[in-house]
């Protein structure tokens, strides 16, 4: 039995609104190949029963075990927990011993099978000398009953340590096996696990720091922003929040503090005490040395976020690029296309962060540029942008966007020589590509198409 479109698209609508979850997220996943599957073939049945039934439901249940099952391992995104080891929880801990107030909250949104949480657990235990003086909150929520009974199980195989210090088992755990290790009660004591569905708010106020990673990039425009108004609620004046590295808000950006690491955005809930402009300063050197990622290769994440960028599916390409990121964070050509999407939403400075960590890896990527230069147009920053297409132009002579896009800048300033001059070279850069190809991994934009463009330009230019 195959399922009908109507059914299809009546079950997508269902779960976007009960879990957050996009259409587009759904369609990639083979939602349809899926209902079949749980439903036995009797898809109006297990419909009817969705409608009824709340997200703790069996059925319900069933699907988003089926659905929201993402890979996770302790101490994801190791800059992260750095800048929660040596900016957010030094600044925090001050405030509190001044105040003589020594508690704290942290709430790990989509915490999967507790990785993520209990690494935070790890960090914190680590970081206070006075652990035994404090009242220390962490909670980790996820719509997925079954992945929450795995954390609170608290064993795990070496695959979920793949990116950790030599040591960490052996400090933190006990085997169970060879192959299983199961968390020490100390750590597990910090943390607490709830079963939580973001569409129906926060599930806890006056949050110091919030980690919800690469989970609002599965979600719809309007269902992220709805989660990111609980997020906002939910902290505390001051308090913190942390999106995947490939993730950036959503909604309106004046209500908060924007905090700019290499690559790495970090949000503050603005306070009284905090005036909005605050600066914290970039740190001298990467988190990540370059000893860990030697080279740099094209791997499957990435051709996959690129084709998903040529078919005009952004969301799909960021989910890839977070992927490749948490693995590599020094993949310059990442950050670009990253930069690329974010700057197509106008989320200026996300864009920027990731560009100046492409250009910190690499000072030669002219496609770092060529985003700059963008960005700026887009700005009303004309005099930049010129200087940042000619740094493109300058790393990459056959830079055929930078070059075309020059050349128009040139034109509307009626400078015809320079522009006719950039025009021929972008002409130059694509003459020998296919017709069908796209001109540059950042656009949808095909070779045959720049090249009409160009024509359109040249011909009435005598030859």
Excluded at 101 to 124: F, H, K, N, Q
Excluded at 147 to 176: D, G
Excluded at 323 to 330: D, I, S, T, V
Excluded at 376 to 389: G, H, R
């Amino acid at each position: 039995m195959t399922i009908h479109s109507f059914q299809l698209s009546q079950a997508i609508t269902l779960i976007e609104q009960r879990s957050g979850l996009s259409a587009e997220t759904l369609q990639r996943i083979h939602i349809g190949d899926l209902l079949e599957q749980i439903s036995s073939g009797d898809v109006d049945s297990l419909i009817r029963k969705l409608h009824s039934s709340d997200i703790n439901s069996p059925e319900w249940q069933h699907l988003i075990y089926a659905l929201t099952i993402g890979e996770t391992y302790f101490l994801r995104d190791k800059r992260h927990f750095d800048i929660l080891r040596e900016n957010i929880l030094p600044r925090l801990m001050l405030t509190r011993r001044r105040s003589d107030d020594l508690r704290m909250t942290i709430w790990c949104m989509g915490c999967a099978t507790g990785e993520e949480p209990y690494s935070i657990a790890t960090v914190v235990h680590e970081f206070l000398a006075d652990f035994s003086q404090w009242d220390i909150t962490i909670l980790g929520t996820d719509i997925n009953q079954r992945a929450i009974e795995a954390a609170q199980k608290a064993i795990y195989r070496q695959w979920s340590f793949r990116h950790t210090p030599p040591n960490f088992i052996a400090r933190y755990f006990t085997p169970i096996d060879e192959s299983s290790f199961q968390l020490n009660q100390p750590i597990r004591d910090m943390v607490t696990f709830r079963q939580h569905n973001m569409m129906e708010g926060a599930p806890i106020r006056g949050v110091d720091i919030i980690f919800c990673r690469n989970v609002l990039m599965y979600f719809s425009r309007d269902y992220a922003q709805k989660a990111e108004h609980s997020l906002y609620q939910s902290l505390a004046p001051g308090g913190w929040l942390l999106l995947g590295q490939a993730e950036a808000l959503h909604s309106r950006h004046h209500n908060w503090t924007m905090h700019l690491y290499p690559g790495t955005p970090i949000y503050q809930k603005p306070s009284g005490t905090q005036p909005l402009s605050a600066p914290i300063s970039y740190p001298s050197k990467p988190f990540i040395s370059t000893e860990e990622y030697s080279t740099e290769t094209e791997s499957a994440n990435y051709t996959t976020a690129i084709q998903a960028v040529h078919d005009d599916y952004p969301q799909r390409a960021e989910i890839f690029i977070g992927r490749l990121l948490a693995e590599n964070p020094l993949h310059a050509k990442a950050h670009v296309l990253l930069a690329s999407i974010f700057a197509n939403r106008q989320a200026y400075p996300e864009a920027q962060a990731h560009l100046d960590e492409a250009l910190m890896i690499n000072g030669l990527l002219a496609d770092a540029h060529y985003i700059r230069a963008l960005m700026q147009l887009e700005q009303e920053e004309t005099d930049s942008a010129i200087q940042s297409l000619s740094a493109a132009i300058y790393c990459q002579r056959d830079h055929a966007l930078a070059s075309f896009t020059l050349g128009d800048i040139c034109s509307q300033r009626n400078e015809k020589t320079r522009a006719e001059k950039n025009w021929r070279n972008a002409r130059r850069a694509i003459k020998n590509c296919d017709t069908d190809a796209y001109v540059s991994d950042l656009s949808d934009m095909q070779v045959e198409a720049l090249q009409g463009l160009l024509n359109q330009r040249l011909n009435p230019i005598k030859e």
